[in-house]
């Protein structure tokens, strides 16, 4: 029977580092081992006996690339746990801060990390510029990245680590005047999401396996408030998010992964999609129109579809919101220190992320848990890491199935803080 | 007859323990630059732009991250001994904090922690990059500033080219 044993020893173009082992015997794939390698940097402990007002700048520095999505996170964790409720204008601003992220940080996933799998190339700053489709997608992509971050610049102060956004509402507002370049910025960068989107509805690469979803669903399509709900049909109530999401030890892995009802479940833009695509934007729905049928999707590649449609909605809603709202000064709302929890939801590029946070008395934090997207993802990644490679065994090179592999891990867009540094494939067969 | 372009500069990115912050300025301010770079540098590492990626000669290496893990230091010593010059980048990488805060840990939190650093063959506390080997220009700032990266690179490009830019 088929027998062979392989080490990849880099994956490349993700968040941080990661290693894979498979074991094949007599032409079965019997285990799948997928492990977050980054080292840990203990943040959950270092947030013990910290004051709670610099519990969100702390947390955002668990991750660069969704740094924003951590930091409020921590910040809705904080402010429940201190009895404050934030402004509407503070929840705009928020959510701007979060269109922000989500329009700059699915661009570098669509174009700098996967993009090149679609066009056979190495890199994506390795695409020609006598080409007419590959200089247009090269200009797309940084036009694009570059709206987004100066969305983020003006309401959040920061791309990565915003300075901005504080518990109680914003330190700084938005100026008139990059308001409107902000508005004209991102309406010049919408022909180049509608070529996206097309490249990725049209991209050659499937696998379908059923499997399960989960996601934050707010009244809005949006990624800060809602329910958490299931495919099911299930609803979870953030204070009991710990009942729900069984943890699991893979011992190989520094990453904690997690369980839903005793099976593994997906989050992210492919789970928000296929919940929730009713909700988006009525231009972005209108404009759209049949692709938004290709959703609910069981297929994995959609999940980098699902990303481009969300840059869509998160441009044309923050075009919306900036052109109709008007942001006046008002003061940081202060909350009491008390003997309290407070959880924080929200939907992070990568799915949904959850923060909690034990609060003393004297204002410092007694201790705290937080999950994130990638680790909820890591067993639904193996599953399909195990069908991908039985689909093709046995008569695929094994450098193939390698490319094959680490194609499917970038679609998930996963981010070990992160890992990217290596992904290790070690073969044993018997 | 065209005038022959200078080689290029021989460039590497590496991420050791941290948030990769850095690394998303990099991305950020390649929007603007990156046409530019595209003539400028050849990275010959780069995991985070490209799959094919070799350890060989770089007149520039940049370092994020501080080191956790003896495995990472043997690596940083490589990277080292290839880089004419050796960049460190953002905090983790110039002070080792925030990755070194387990450094500081008092004794309750140390025992939460020990068996993890034990599974995972950590390093007794983690080191900023000059601790493990020289280190030519510091870029500091969590993350670091976009401006002040790009001064330090240009100013080290007209070294590397003598003056000629």
């Not at chain 2, 043997?74 to 983790?92: S, T």
Request: proline share 5%; aromatic share 8%; hydrophobic share 40%.
């Amino acid at each position: 029977m088929h027998t062979f044993d392989l080490t990849l020893d880099r994956i490349t173009k993700v968040e941080g580092s990661a290693a894979l082992e498979v074991r094949v015997k007599e032409g079965q794939v019997e285990e799948v081992h997928f492990s977050v390698t980054d080292y840990k940097r203990f943040y959950t402990q270092a947030m013990q006996g910290k004051n709670v007002m610099s519990i969100p700048q702390l947390l955002a520095r668990i991750c660069g690339t969704c740094s924003n999505a951590h930091l409020l996170c921590s910040i809705e964790a904080c402010e429940r746990a201190l009895g404050i409720t934030p402004s509407p204008q503070t929840l705009l601003l928020r959510t701007l801060t979060m269109y922000g992220l989500m329009i700059r940080d699915h661009a570098l996933h669509l174009y700098l990390f996967s993009m090149p799998d679609i066009f056979g190339k190495d890199a994506f700053l390795d695409f020609d510029e006598n080409d007419p489709i590959q200089h247009q997608l090269l200009h797309d992509a940084f036009e694009i990245k570059a709206a987004g971050n100066f969305l983020s610049m003006l309401v959040a102060g920061r791309s990565v680590h915003a300075p901005y956004p504080v518990i109680g509402g914003f330190s700084h507002l938005p100026e008139e005047a990059g308001i409107k370049e902000a508005v004209a910025k991102l309406e010049a960068a919408r022909p180049a999401v509608l070529r996206l989107i097309k490249v990725y509805e049209e991209a050659p690469f499937h696998l379908d396996r059923q499997t399960n979803f989960m996601a934050l669903i707010p009244e809005r399509y949006g990624f800060l408030n809602g329910r958490i709900c299931d495919n099911e049909g299930g609803l979870i109530e953030e204070e009991n998010f710990r009942e729900h999401l069984e943890h699991v030890v893979l011992p190989y892995s520094q990453a904690s992964a997690y369980k839903h009802k005793g099976k593994a479940y997906m989050v992210g833009a492919l789970a928000r999609m296929n919940l929730a695509k009713d909700k988006l934007h009525p231009k972005t729905k209108e404009t759209l129109g049949r692709t938004l049928d290709l959703f609910p999707s069981t297929d994995i590649y959609r999940n980098s579809l699902a990303q481009a449609v969300e840059i869509l909605h998160s441009l044309d809603d923050a075009v919306e919101i900036l052109s109709t709202q008007e942001f006046s000064p008002e003061p940081v709302i202060k909350g009491t220190p008390r003997e309290a929890v407070g959880i924080g939801v929200v939907e992070a590029p990568r799915g949904t992320l959850y923060h909690q946070v034990h609060l003393h008395p004297d204002g410092n934090v007694e201790n705290g848990e937080i999950v994130v997207p990638t680790g909820q993802n890591q067993i639904n990644i193996e599953e399909d890491i195990h069908r991908l490679v039985q689909n093709l065994l046995p008569n695929t090179p094994k450098e193939k199935i390698a490319f094959e592999i680490e194609k499917l891990i970038r679609a998930y867009d996963p981010c070990m803080s992160c890992a990217a540094h290596f992904l290790k494939v070690n073969w044993i067969e018997e | 007859m065209a005038k022959n372009l200078p080689p290029k500069i021989r460039v590497g990115w590496f991420s050791f323990s941290c948030c990769e912050d850095n690394t998303i300025v990099m991305t950020e301010v390649m929007n603007d630059h990156w046409q530019e770079w595209k003539q400028l540098f050849d990275f010959r590492y780069a995991r985070v732009l490209q799959s094919k990626n070799v350890l060989d000669e770089m007149d520039i290496a940049f370092v994020e991250g501080a080191i956790a893990s003896e495995k990472q230091a043997q690596f940083l010593k490589e990277i080292r001994a290839h880089a004419k010059k050796l960049v460190a980048i953002g905090a983790c990488a110039v002070v080792g904090m925030p990755s070194a805060q387990r450094n500081f840990f008092n004794e309750n939190q140390k025992r939460q922690i020990d068996f993890l650093l034990a599974r995972f063959a950590a390093l007794p506390k983690v080191l900023k990059v000059s601790e493990v080997v020289p280190v030519d220009v510091e870029v500091g700032g969590c993350p670091m500033d976009p401006q002040d990266f790009l001064t330090k690179v240009n100013a080290l490009v007209q070294e590397l080219r003598g003056g000629q830019s």
